[in-house]
């Protein structure tokens, strides 16, 4: 194995760490989505039903426990 010189060594760690950082950066993040539903009648839709199903999880649970 021939051994890389210190400068050899240094140029390739600085080059993958350009490279980890370039594919890190992002032009959008979470924030972007806030709200995008907003006022969407399906979502809403979907939420209910979603709140119907915990409700009806929850009362089962309840009568389990009481039996």
């Known amino acids: 194995m021939s051994e890389r010189t210190l400068d050899e060594r240094v140029s390739a760690l600085e080059n993958t760490v350009a490279g980890l950082v370039s594919a890190g950066k992002q032009e959008k993040d979470w924030r972007s989505t806030v709200g995008m539903f907003q006022g ?26 009481e039996s």
């Open 40 to 65: 969407d009648a399906v979502l809403k839709e979907i939420q209910e039903e979603g709140r119907r199903l915990r409700e009806a999880e929850r009362q089962a649970a309840q009568q389990d426990a």
